[in-house]
């Protein structure tokens, strides 16, 4: 059985101080040609889709608010016009850019990875993510938010509402992707018809959040439903995803965690791709880089995924016994770019392709042909 292999892209890597390691590129991290070349090698590496990550506030080490420090990245693109840009110079990887679903409209999200799905031929998905802190709802003035501090929990009901908006959102986006027809579009010159207007379709959501009319502005794209990621660490981003997305990532720190994640996940969902997230630091000096960055930056890395330091082969037998407790694929998160994709691409690869564990060559030219996921059909086709 193949495994499904993903990378998250950020910055010069997932390490704060990545940007000062010696074959980092931190001159041209805004540029498009710096992005081009990350995809371009994780195409070939022949992975399953990369993620792009994205923020409403300039990255930070406190929880709410930016920290005044100089000496790591901040600013980034966004993530889906970064996407779209991307698209025509790659042929077969997916693209899955991250976007906010609080401070921004599903309208807005539903058309522009639907476009994204467009021009790369089937390959977009999105992973929606709540936006939770003062700092960020402070740039729209819409809504004032509590600031978040050492008390804060998943559970509180601040964020509870956030991720109910959420599922909302995810709701309206997918019914705003069906609301044209397959076969809507006619271009039928005799006639002088270019679409069927009976093949488009309000979806008159009406909920809590969002009061949605439909239809879509852009086409049904080539995937019917781009394939929808979320990132969860407990039973409410959990209920999220299994309400909404087609593949959760999920954040063990020992294969026993991963099966007890894998159950969990299953009791709210039979369907839901169960990924983990991993940071990755990879090479016979794995550690002994890990070690400089964390001097570099003065302090040792924390994150919510588990680090792993070792060679490919090793973190390869890691993978496999993970997948034995259930994980179906995994996001890895280079610690440093590019020297930790390219581990990730030439050496776990190869390393995985000899124990019969990864693809020889692209087998789809879709996002969820890749994943095994069928395209599914129209809610609003039988009411035609």
């Not at 979320?230 to 020992?254: K, M």
């Not at 890895?332 to 930790?340: F, I, K, M, S, V």
């Amino acid at each position: 059985m193949t495994l499904h292999l993903a990378v998250a892209l950020d910055g010069a890597g997932w390490h704060p101080a990545a940007w000062r390691e010696a074959s980092a590129r931190p001159e041209a991290i805004f540029s498009a040609r710096y992005w081009a070349e990350l995809v371009a090698e994780a195409e070939r590496g022949l992975l399953d889709f990369v993620t792009i990550e994205d923020s409403l506030s300039l990255q930070s080490t406190l929880l709410d608010g930016p920290d005044g420090r100089a000496d790591q990245v901040r600013g980034r693109f966004d993530a889906v016009l970064l996407a779209a840009r991307l698209a025509p110079l790659t042929s077969r990887i997916g693209l899955v850019p991250t976007a906010t679903t609080t401070h921004t409209e599903p309208f807005h999200v539903a058309i522009g990875i639907a476009t994204l799905d467009h021009v790369s031929g089937g390959r977009a998905g999105w992973r929606p993510q709540i936006s939770a802190r003062s700092t960020e709802a402070a740039h729209f003035g819409r809504r004032p938010f509590p600031r978040l501090d050492g008390s804060f929990s998943i559970d509180d009901e601040h964020v509870r509402a956030l991720f109910a908006e959420a599922a909302d959102a995810v709701e309206v986006v997918r019914r705003l992707w069906d609301s044209w027809e397959d076969d809507a579009e006619i271009r039928d010159l005799a006639t002088g018809r270019f679409i069927d207007r009976d093949k488009l379709h309000y979806i008159d959501f009406a909920g809590r959040f969002f009061s949605v009319r439909g239809p879509s502005i852009t086409p049904r794209s080539p995937q019917g439903q781009p394939v929808v990621t979320a990132l969860a660490h407990a039973r409410l981003p959990y209920e999220f995803a299994a309400g909404g997305a087609d593949i959760v990532y999920v954040t063990p720190h020992s294969a026993d965690q991963a099966r007890a994640i894998v159950e969990e996940v299953r009791q709210l969902s039979a369907e839901l791709r169960v990924f983990a997230d991993l940071v990755v630091f990879l090479g016979d000096d794995a550690a002994e880089r890990k070690a400089r960055l964390d001097r570099l930056d003065g302090a040792e890395l924390r994150s919510d995924a588990a680090i792993f330091t070792g060679t490919p082969e090793e973190l390869a037998e890691l993978l496999l016994t993970w997948r034995r407790a259930g994980i179906e694929g995994y996001r890895l998160r280079p610690g440093a770019l590019p020297y930790d994709l390219e581990a990730i691409t030439r050496g776990l690869t190869a390393e995985l392709r000899g124990r019969g564990a990864f693809r020889r060559s692209y087998e789809a030219m879709t996002l969820r042909g890749l994943l095994g996921l069928p395209r599914p059909a129209s809610r609003y086709a039988e009411v035609s």
